[in-house]
DNA sequence: CTCTTGATAAAGCATCTGCTTGAGTAATCC
DNA sequence: GGATTACTCAAGCAGATGCTTTATCAAGAG
C-alpha cells in the first residue's frame, strides 16, 4: 500500500516550492551547503528576507540550519521531497490506470463483438 | 539535457497543489471525470468557490473544462504534473550525486594513503 | 570592554488568497 | 413565453504572504 502523507505537510511543501526564491534556494543547497548570509547575496532583497524564506523551508522539513561560529549553515534534507513526489506520483498512477482501463473497453468493442 | 521548465508555470502548479481542496479535486479526477457540480458536492463550501478553486487548476494547466448541455465536466490534464515532478526529481538528483562525490572521498581517504 | 559580523525578532504595510453573497447567463423543461 | 438547472462573474472581506525597517543578539576581533 502506498504511503499516505500528511495533508497539513503537504500544504506547507507545495507552498514553500511555490515560491521561486525559495526553489532556487532549494536547488542550490541541492548542489553543496551555504551559510544564510551566501544564500542571500545574489537576491535584491535583504538578508532578513532571505533568512524568513529560510524558515519557510525550514519549517516544512525541507532544509535544516545549524552552528557554527558566526553564522548559520543550511542544509538540503531530501527525504522530505519524498512526500510531494509520492502524492503527484501516485495521481498520475490512478489517472493511467484509468486510461488502460478505457482502452482495454474500447480495444473489446472494436474486437469483433459489436452487435 | 533535462528539460528546463518555465518558473511562472511552476509557482502557478506548486501554488495550485497547496491547497488540500484542489489535490483532493486532483485526485478524484485522476479517478474520473466530474461535472463542477458533482465535484464541489462533498465539501462545505458553495459552488461558487470549488469553480473558483476549479479555475486555479485550469489557469496552471492541471485541468480543463469542456460544455455538456447544462454541465461542465472537468478532466485532468496529467502532462502538467510533469513539470513539478522534474523540477523536484532534478533537485534529488544533484543531492544525490553530491552525496555519492563525498562519499567517494572519504572513502579514498579512509583507504590506505591518509598522510 | 567595545566594535564588527552574521544573523534573528518584531512590527508594519501592500498585495494575494480563499471564501462569501448577490447578480447574471446559457441550456433545458413545461 | 416563464421557471429551473448548472453554472460564471463581480464585489467585498478576513486572514495569509512577501517584503521592508528597526531593534536585538551572539560570537569573534581589537
Redesign the pocket.
Known amino acids: 500500500m502506498a504511503v499516505t502523507i500528511d495533508d497539513e505537510r503537504l500544504?506547507?511543501m507545495f507552498?514553500?516550492l511555490?515560491?521561486r526564491?525559495?526553489r532556487d534556494i532549494v536547488a542550490r543547497l541541492s548542489e553543496r551547503e551555504a551559510?544564510?548570509?551566501?544564500?542571500?547575496a545574489p537576491?535584491?532583497?535583504?538578508?532578513?528576507?532571505?533568512?524568513?524564506?529560510?524558515?519557510?523551508l525550514e519549517r516544512c522539513g525541507l532544509v535544516s540550519?545549524s552552528?557554527?561560529?558566526?553564522?548559520?549553515?543550511?542544509r538540503l534534507e531530501p527525504q522530505a521531497l519524498e512526500a510531494a513526489v509520492s502524492w503527484i506520483e501516485e495521481s498520475r498512477r490512478a489517472w493511467a490506470e484509468r486510461m488502460d482501463r478505457l482502452e482495454a473497453r474500447l480495444a473489446r468493442l472494436q474486437d469483433g463483438q459489436q452487435r
Open positions: 500544504d506547507a507552498a514553500a511555490a515560491d526564491t525559495r551559510t544564510v548570509g551566501e544564500l542571500a537576491y535584491a532583497m535583504t538578508l532578513q528576507a532571505v533568512s524568513q524564506h529560510i524558515g519557510v540550519r552552528r557554527h561560529r558566526q553564522t548559520r549553515p543550511c
